[in-house]
Nanobody, 119 residues
């Protein structure tokens, strides 16, 4: 099985920056896509950004121009660079990976990492 290990969540002031990292390890696999989602208390888990194996990206409107996703598939790692953070960005951020193990495609989640932005 593939395990996703996240890091980088922290408490920051509004306007600050963070970089989240998600590294995949475990069974032999190939990435189809990786991404980040976030969930604030009492709210749905929403897409933040995704990236496919060929580098195609998409972003939630709320983070366009502020967040950047990048994948390093040689390192089995995806990053989320978050700039100009705002209090409304406060949430648990979850790494997501769509991976292929042999002929099986699986949608996996990390444990989540807390990002708190103070005003």
């Amino acid at each position: 099985q593939v395990q996703l290990v996240e890091s980088g969540g922290d408490l920051v002031q509004a306007g600050g920056s963070l970089r989240l990292s998600c590294a995949a390890s475990g069974s032999a696999f190939s990435f189809n896509a990786m991404g980040w989602y976030r969930q604030a208390p009492g709210k749905q888990r929403d897409l933040v950004a995704t990236i496919t194996r060929d580098g195609s990206t998409n972003y939630a409107d709320s983070v366009k121009g502020r967040f950047s996703i990048a994948g390093d598939y040689a390192k089995n790692t995806v990053y989320l660079q978050m700039n100009s953070l705002r209090p409304e960005d406060t949430a648990v951020y979850y790494c997501n990976a769509v991976v292929r193990i042999l002929t099986t495609t699986m949608n996996l989640w990390g444990q989540g990492t807390q990002v708190t932005v103070s005003s």
